[in-house]
């Protein structure tokens, strides 16, 4: 059979993946590849900044951070 399963699922993961980005950026989602969270910085025990790795600082509310093996490159 072709082809294989596993291309298929790769590519329907990517193709979920990328609108998923696409409908959680029109919503004015910020999405930071490339550079990984340096600093957590808060007051009150609420999250105010997050500092990246490459000096950027982003005003936050809440995080979500995603760790895994594959890039949707």
Do not use: H
């Amino acid at each position: 059979m072709w082809p294989p399963a596993a291309i298929i699922a790769a590519t329907c993961s990517r193709w979920y993946m990328y609108c998923a980005l696409q409908l959680l950026a029109e919503k004015g989602v910020q999405f930071q590849f490339q550079t990984t969270a340096k600093e957590f910085i808060g007051e009150n025990g609420k999250l105010k900044q997050v500092v990246l790795t490459d000096g950027t600082v982003l005003p936050a509310e809440f995080c979500v951070i995603g760790i895994g093996k594959t890039s949707f490159q």
